[in-house]
């Protein structure tokens, strides 16, 4: 399969941030060749387009399926898997978020809540170490409640929200002192 230059470029980017996001190159870059895809596309061709090896597409391949942004699809006559990509911006960010909460967020905050209550009996623990381990828990928990809240909305209702970011800003006006450490 041969790309127009636009789509070389856009992959290749999406392998590099993909890099730094903690995500595997290869792996952003099929996810990124699925997403352009106007047709699912078998592993085969997957491996040949980007010039990696079909062992790493398959692992690959996985890796984007356990993250629920890509599937399976049957073409008729053709006995291989094939895959799709989601195609909606909206859910893939869903998507994403969803996951990374439930794999980076949620395992954290579950040891920050159980060294909130050991810090509670812990004598060698100073005072000021205790309110900075709270912060970090506030903190998180604050964002996971929020994240609670605006994870059911719908796209349009998202987008409304989104762009009048600096508005609501104004609106609560600033408070230099919010959120400073004592």
């Not at 856009?10 to 993909?18: A, Q, R, S, T």
């Not at 060294?115 to 998180?140: I, R």
């Not at 796209?155 to 400073?180: H, W």
Request: charged residues 25%; proline residues 4%.
């Amino acid at each position: 399969m041969t790309l127009a230059p636009t789509i070389q470029k856009y992959i290749l980017h999406w392998g590099e941030m993909g890099t730094r996001w903690g995500v595997n190159r290869t792996v952003a870059q099929i996810h990124a060749l699925l997403f352009l895809s106007n047709q699912p596309l078998p592993a085969e061709d997957i491996a040949e387009t980007l010039g990696v090896a079909r062992s790493n597409v398959s692992n690959s391949l996985k890796e984007l399926q356990s993250w629920g942004l890509v599937r399976i699809t049957h073409i008729a006559g053709d006995r291989r898997d094939h895959f799709l990509a989601l195609q909606d911006v909206w859910e893939i960010f869903r998507v994403i978020v969803e996951e990374r909460k439930k794999r980076e967020i949620d395992p954290t905050l579950a040891v920050l809540r159980e060294c909130a209550v050991e810090a509670e009996h812990d004598p060698a623990l100073e005072q000021a170490t205790k309110v900075k381990m709270d912060q970090v828990l506030d903190f998180l928990e604050m964002l996971t409640a929020t994240y609670d809240d605006y994870k059911h909305l719908p796209p349009a209702t998202m987008q409304r929200f989104l762009k009048m970011g600096g508005k609501v800003a104004r609106l609560l006006g600033s408070d230099d002192k919010a959120g400073k450490v004592k």
